[in-house]
């Protein structure tokens, strides 16, 4: 009796010894996946690419975590927990960051809007009081057709933000506001020029 | 018995613990590995050296794999070998593909930098020497969207997105080409008659050798010139038509016409509308001909009639060309040259007595 004990005891040690004795945090590792992936369908890896790189990195790093603890004889996933922890921390605070970007910028791409097309009016109405001056007509008819350009971008990037092309709208309406403005300082100078003779 | 197979099981996980703690963990490979993919994707390594810095990524996830592949099995059965070698070539993966997208984004800024001077050389070749022409609107359109385009080149540049600048780069350079290549032929086909035009202007100034006044119309520079002894007495700014290139041929086609004229009448203010005016005698001999087999061959409207009416006039100086195909010259040049020449006095009118490669500043076009 006392040797059929002993032996149950050495297999119950045996088999506890072979076994684990930690969970993987599937759920954590589920949980955390998915926060990573929805920083990314936020549009992290676009307007807060470095913030987005290092949540990468420490997902991945979590990943070996697990590895690391599995490998052991008596894993432990105390250490792994605590990185997806921080995973899903880091998700939410960089999603936060993506979305208050994307708002800044397209507060920025409007305004840019507005101001282009301010400057692309008040370029009309200097045309219109433009002197011919040396390069007369032609040269006036040259500027005009250089601002149709800078006004067609501007329903380019009012079609981009539409499409929620962000920095796409942000590149092209900084080279339109770049050619309004410097077709209203040319005007200016031109008028300028004309005022001092 | 029971001693005997307490030690046996004893001595079996000692030996079990023994083997596992002497095989080679992964962790330090995987983790260089993630550290050498995060340094190349810094330097945008997946932009640039897109091929190599994918099998880095596919090789370091195939490495995870297999480490979560091998935890599945017995412990004692474990081998991480190749998860090892998978790791190491991330490694190595990673840092030839940072290494080549340095490279390859240094050049590419170079060649975009390279290429904006290119584009710029050609849009001030279009400013120097096609922007006064009287182009279609097709080609004045392409000219202004490459500027636009080279403009958000130069942003994407500045903001290092170095493809994008060269996408845009691209586009700008197929639009002033398109505006270059149209103009250049424009003007080339125009100075065909360059040797024609040469010889008009020779034989206008040689006949003002004998003291006569001879008034040289020199349209592409837009001056008119008074000969006298061969030499020039005077210049005046001068304004055409909007066709002003193209030679007349009938009525309402806004052209100035080239050749030998003379002056047929003098208009006194109040008996033109443009301050004082010199009538030549267009359509001469020459333009009814050509306006004649024009006709005939179809090339002119059946309805159409040969023009008249062009004038050497005042109401100049407003720095464009918007006559109907006369000479528009400033009111006080206007009234100089009323004093200074007569009926009868010749008026040679050519597309410009410069040759091309003298009006193309040897720009190469």
Known sequence: ?197 | MIIILFSVVTIAISISVIIVSQKELPTEDLKLAREALTIAKEAEANIYSEKIYKESVQMYDSAMVNWSRQNSRFILFRNYDRIINFAKSSKKKAEEAREESIKKSANLSKDVQAAFVSLAKKIELYNKLFKDLPLPKSVFDAHNKSKMFLSESKIAHESGKLKDAEVLFKKAEIYVNHANVAAGKMLRDYFEDHSKWKNLANDAIAASRGGNKVILVDKVAHLLYVYQSGKVIRTYDAEFGPNWMAHKERTGDNATPEGNYRITKKKERGNTIYHKALLIDYPNAEDKVRFAEKKKKGLISRSAGIGSLIEIHGHGGKGFNWTSGCVGLKNRDMDDLFRLVGNGTRVTIVGSIEPLSVISEGLDF
């Open chain 1, 1 to 197: 009796m006392k040797s059929k004990l002993i032996i149950a005891i050495a297999a119950m040690g045996v088999a506890v010894l072979f076994s684990s004795c930690a969970k993987v945090p599937q759920t954590e590792i589920d949980s955390a996946q998915a926060a990573v992936q929805e920083v990314k369908d936020s549009g992290a890896d676009l307007y807060v690419p470095e913030a987005y790189s290092a949540l990468v990195d420490s997902m991945k790093s979590a990943n070996e975590s697990v590895e690391v603890a599995k490998a052991k004889w008596f894993p432990n996933y105390s250490k792994a927990k605590e990185q997806l922890a921080v995973v899903s921390q880091m998700s939410t605070d960089i999603k936060a960051k993506a979305e208050t970007r994307k708002v800044e910028l397209k507060a920025e791409v409007e305004a840019m809007i507005v101001e282009v097309k301010a400057l692309v009016e008040e370029n009309k109405a200097l045309i219109a009081k433009a002197p011919r001056g040396k390069e007369g007509k032609a040269a006036l008819e040259a500027i005009s057709s250089d601002l149709a350009v800078a006004e067609t971008t501007v329903t380019e990037v009012e079609a981009l933000l539409a499409n929620g092309d962000l920095i796409g709208s942000n590149d092209k309406i900084k080279a339109a506001k770049e050619k309004a403005t410097s077709i209203k300082a040319e005007l200016e100078a031109a008028i300028a020029a004309k005022g001092g003779k």
